[in-house]
């Protein structure tokens, strides 16, 4: 069987894209098989993407298409918009540049296996795939042996992988701060969900997002409090019981505005996570406390998402674009297909400050709580 593929890879390759093979009993008699191995060895072309074939008309040479395989290896997305509208931006983005694109959902695997799909193992092995984008950090050694098979590949929200693109948490950080000192916030406080990847490394200093929050205040002629970069207690994360981003933001308040005056708690707060500042305005409408007034905020907002939809006029977005990652995830992976070195091992995607609109009335009566009652009026 492998050789009639090869001998018909071989045909395809002389008559080129679109070309159109010989009828199938010129091709039997060509090749001197059984119409059974002659339509096992057309399945498996046409399985790889090497031909096509249309019914009543004849078997063609299909266009010359890269493969791209999406390896998607995230756990928990706790209820995030963001990844479904990635995973939309990279099928337009493929479709666009002529691409296939395909996705493969990673699962626990056998001790002993490939760590990844058998179809995606087939995949890589069997040279369907050109390129691959690995989203998520679930999967270290599915990483690992996609690098070995020496498949072009970059990753994204993985701390893994030869080349990577990622979301600028140091910018955001940074942009989140310096928006905040600008509005006149004196106590700043930066805030980040337990699950997020960010929060780990600002807490443990493996990242500039930290020093650059102090040159920011440095600058602002602000005092820096380690306790205002808020966390779970200890005990909370070795139970697990962390909850939601949501739930998280929501504690947060209460554990930080519910000890302390407000004279003390942070007036301004930059929040990495928008799923988190979702929970923490339902709180800070629960404590009664007014968001643009007694407490300002700078938040990761992502384009087009409705997370935070309604609070435009009382929040700052620190806006990453879904559309900006995925044209540096294909700008890297088309580089490597190419051969070609990318000029950056590591691309960051930075914010967009996006300040707050014009209060809407209908905003400012939701959070304050003011009911007005109707005057009767008679003509």
């Known amino acids: 069987m492998q050789i009639i593929c090869d001998q ?8 080129g894209p679109n070309g159109r093979l010989p009828r199938v009993q010129d091709l039997r008699l060509e090749l001197g098989v059984s119409l059974k191995t002659l339509d096992g060895a057309l399945r498996e072309l046409e399985r790889r993407g090497v031909i096509y074939r249309m019914h009543g008309v004849g078997v063609f040479v ?27 931006q990279m099928r337009l983005r493929a479709e666009a540049g002529h691409e296939r694109f395909r996705i493969y959902m990673t699962h626990p695997m056998p001790e002993g296996s490939v760590p990844l799909p058998q179809e995606l193992v087939e995949a890589v092995t069997g040279g369907q795939l ?41 910018a955001i950080v940074e942009s989140g701060a310096r928006e905040m000192a600008r509005q006149g916030c004196r106590r700043i406080g930066v805030w980040s969900p337990f699950g997020n990847s960010f929060r780990s490394s600002i807490l443990d200093a493996t990242s500039n997002a930290l020093d650059l929050f102090q ?9 820096f409090s380690e306790e205002r ?52 305005l339902a709180a800070f409408r629960d404590f009664g406390l007014r968001v643009g007034e007694d407490v300002k905020i700078a938040t990761h907002s992502n384009k087009s998402s409705n997370v935070l939809m309604g609070y435009e006029s009382l929040l700052s977005h620190l806006e990453i674009d879904p559309t900006a990652l995925v044209g540096a995830l294909f700008e890297t992976l088309e580089a490597l297909m190419k051969g070609e070195t990318p000029a950056q091992s590591r691309r960051y995607v930075e914010p967009v400050v996006v300040r707050p609109e014009p209060a809407k009335a209908i905003l400012h009566l939701l959070q304050t709580k003011t009911v007005f009652t109707p005057m009767a009026t008679s003509f």
Do not use: C
């Open 62 to 88: 299909a266009p010359q298409q890269k493969t791209i395989g999406l390896v998607y290896a995230v756990r928990h997305t706790y209820g995030s918009p963001f990844w479904d509208m990635l995973v939309e």
């Open 8 to 15: 018909l890879e071989a045909m395809a390759a002389r008559l």
């Open 229 to 280: 970069i808020w966390r779970l207690r200890d005990e909370v994360y070795e139970d697990k019981k962390t909850g939601s981003y949501q739930e998280q933001g929501y504690r947060a308040v209460q554990e930080v505005y519910g000890s302390q005056s407000l004279q003390e708690a942070p007036d301004g707060l930059v929040i990495i996570n928008d799923l988190m500042t979702s929970g923490a």
């Open 215 to 223: 040159t920011v205040l440095k600058e602002a002629h602000l005092s």
């Open 130 to 170: 050109q390129g691959v984008i690995f989203v998520g950090d679930q999967n270290q050694d599915g990483v690992h042996w996609l690098e070995s098979q020496k498949v072009p590949m970059v990753t994204f929200a993985s701390p893994h992988g030869l080349y990577r693109v990622g979301i600028s948490h140091e």
